[in-house]
């Protein structure tokens, strides 16, 4: 079955801990995207990768890291430097970066903060 | 800049009842336009898109939208509503422009309750 596995599902962070979360596709697409979800604020761009071995920020990178080291693995590391991570993260990728491409999304991690 | 807006933050309606749910976009050129539906604790699915032709737009589950450039709209439409359409719906559009927003731009979402 050909799709986007985000893992885990619920995670639980200690205030300062970094924490590392996974998405991994099997669809052969070049892009991938990391997105976070908060209640009311819609979905908001971390990070984006258009190709292996390239990235660029999003509207809300500041805390966050990624790499893109293999075409179908994208992690996002959200850091200590990152004041309110308790959110809901979506992993998307896409064929291409062009605009009339779709995305396909992952089922999301839910991080939070003890 | 380009930019989604989806008026209504909560819609309710009567389960069999039609729906529409507004989407109003802002871009430069033709606008590749797309709706999404959220489930709770769930990843997004498409649901439909508009590249270009025919201005309504048939996808899955009974949906459909109708691209209006005079107004700069994309409204989503079903005409009877079932329970499991409870959802949140996300309007986007595709942007070549890139930068700090992606190539999807999305709006901030319409959460749709089914009343029995």
């Known amino acids: 079955d050909g799709g986007i596995t985000q893992s885990p599902k619920y995670l639980f962070r200690k205030e300062g801990q970094n924490v590392t979360l996974s998405c991994e596709q099997n669809?052969?697409?070049?892009?991938m995207y990391w997105y976070r979800q908060d209640p009311g604020q819609g979905l908001r761009l971390i990070y984006y990768s258009q190709i292996v071995n390239d990235f660029q920020k999003g509207d809300i990178a500041e805390g966050y890291s990624v790499s893109r080291e293999k075409k179908e693995s994208f992690p996002l590391t959200v850091t200590s430097a990152q004041k309110n991570p308790t959110a809901f993260y979506l992993c998307?990728?896409?064929?291409?970066?062009?605009?009339?491409?779709?995305?396909?999304f992952g089922q999301g991690t839910r991080l939070t903060v003890v | 800049a380009q930019s989604v807006t989806q008026p209504d933050i909560h819609i309710t309606v009567s389960e069999g009842a039609s729906l529409e749910l507004r989407c109003n976009y802002s871009y430069g050129a033709t606008p590749y336009l797309f709706w999404y539906v959220q489930s709770p604790g769930q990843g997004l699915q498409l649901l439909l898109k508009y590249f270009s032709g025919d201005t309504l737009v048939q996808g899955i589950k009974g949906f459909e939208a109708e691209f209006k450039r005079s107004q700069s709209s994309f409204n989503l439409r079903k005409p009877s509503v079932h329970w499991s359409d409870a959802a949140e719906y996300f309007c986007a559009v595709g942007s070549n422009y890139g930068g700090s927003q992606g190539n999807l731009i999305f709006g901030k979402g319409t959460k749709l309750s089914v009343k029995p």
């Open positions: 998307a990728s896409s064929i291409s970066a062009r605009r009339e491409v779709e995305a396909f």
């Open positions: 669809l052969n697409h070049d892009a």
